[in-house]
Each structure stands twice: as structure tokens, then as C-alpha cells.
């Protein structure tokens, strides 16, 4: 299980973090957009925005889509390593022969 968060959240780093002059994976840095902070919605709990986020890409976190997935919940690869375990010890998810991540919900039985 650890070996496995391992390597996703290695291979997220090539994405999740990228930036590019000054412009980052999730606009410029810096800019808060259209919205201010105090106007936003509070966000889901990291553990929930993570589970959907793997739930909107199949189900399973693999090394093809851990940087989509990362992205999408707004999280970091540390915060993956951390989670991994607490969802698989929730029953939440569980870790293939193959290393894949699988949510278990109930719209990813």
C-alpha cells in the first residue's frame, strides 16, 4: 500500500505542482479569479474531494491519471500519502495486486 502511494504521488509531482513562468497548474499566481476567497463555497474535506475526484476517473487512481486526479481535488502528493491509509483503513478503498487505488462507494462498487 505505501509502495503504491508512493509511486502515484511521485508521478504526480510531474503535473500537480508544474508551473510555468507565472502561471501554475491552477492559473497565476497570486490571482484569485472572478470570485473572492470570502465569497467562495467552503470546500469539501480533503479525504471527500479526493474520493470524488478518483470516482470521476473511473474509480481507480493509477499512474495514468494520479496528476488528473491530484488536480481535480485540489490536494498535494503528500496529502495523498497521508489519505491513501486513512481511506483504506475506513473501508473507503482498497489497494489492487497492481498497485491501483480503488475507491469503494456506491457509485464504484
Known amino acids: 500500500m505505501t509502495m503504491a502511494l508512493v509511486a502515484l504521488g511521485a508521478l504526480g509531482a510531474c503535473t500537480a505542482g508544474a508551473q510555468i513562468g507565472g502561471v501554475g497548474a491552477q492559473g497565476r499566481v497570486g490571482s484569485f479569479g472572478a470570485t473572492s476567497v470570502a465569497a467562495r ?61 480503488r475507491v469503494l462507494t456506491n457509485n464504484c462498487i
Open 41 to 101: 463555497a467552503p470546500q469539501a474535506a480533503p479525504a471527500d474531494r479526493l474520493v470524488a475526484a478518483i470516482e470521476a476517473q473511473g474509480c481507480a487512481i493509477t499512474a495514468d491519471n494520479v496528476g488528473q486526479v491530484l488536480l481535480s481535488a485540489n490536494l498535494t502528493q503528500q496529502q495523498l500519502l497521508e489519505l491513501g491509509p486513512q481511506l483504506t483503513a475506513q473501508g473507503r478503498a482498497e489497494v489492487t495486486d497492481d498497485g491501483t487505488i
